[in-house]
Each structure stands twice: as C-alpha cells, then as structure tokens.
Nanobody
Framework: QVHVVESGGGLVQAGGSLRLSCAAS????????MGWYRQAPGKQRELVTT???????NYADSVKGRFTISRDNAKNTVILQMNSLKPEDTAVYYC??????????????WGQGTQVTVSS
C-alpha cells in the first residue's frame, strides 16, 4: 500500500504565493510520475501539473508561468510552488503518485487533499 500526504495549503490574498508539499511512502519500488490536481466547488477534478522521474513536466495552461513543480526522487516528494495566485485557483489540491510496488504490481495513489483559498 502506498500513502500520499499533502501539506501546505491555506488562505492567501490574490497575488500572493503558497508552497504545497507531497510525500509518498509505503510499498514503493519506483515512482514513474507524481503530480497535482485540483477540484473547485461544483467542478470536476482537473490536472494542474505532473512531473516524471526523469524530470519532464506538464502544466495546465491556466497555471503556466505561475506554478512550478519540483521533485526529490530520493525522498519520493514533490513541491508545488504557486505564485501570482488568483481567486480562480481556489480549490482542494490533491497529490497523485503512480508507479510500481514491485511484485505487488502498480499503484495509482491519491492524497486526502489540501485546501487552497485565494481571496480577492
């Protein structure tokens, strides 16, 4: 079993910054990809950004140039640095980790989510 835990959410004014952290632990042989998704009230969960073990990144158009994802492969952690935050960034942010647990097979694990609220 693989556990994913997020931290770092909170309340910030528009234009401000927040830093989210995510750590994966448990039966991990390798992690192929980690990423962040978000879900605003009344909306579907959407991709924010992902990063592969090789460092390739993918960003939603709405966050390009404002958000940066980074990864520490040795610690199975990712950081999401969010700058120039907008009220429309308000959502619950979820961390996802996908990889292999060796003989146990693959995993696709989600954290419980952390609330990010941006006031105007």
């Amino acid at each position: 079993q693989v556990h994913v835990v997020e931290s770092g959410g909170g309340l910030v004014q528009a234009g401000g910054s927040l830093r989210l952290s995510c750590a994966a632990s448990g039966s991990i042989f390798s992690i192929n990809s980690m990423g962040w998704y978000r879900q605003a009230p009344g909306k579907q969960r959407e991709l924010v950004t992902t990063i592969t073990s090789g460092g390739s990144t993918n960003y939603a158009d709405s966050v390009k140039g404002r958000f940066t994802i980074s990864r520490d492969n040795a610690k199975n952690t990712v950081i999401l640095q969010m700058n120039s935050l907008k009220p429309e960034d308000t959502a619950v942010y979820y961390c996802n980790a996908q990889g292999s647990s060796g003989w146990r097979g693959s995993f696709d694990s989600w954290g419980q989510g952390t609330q990010v609220t941006v006031s105007s």
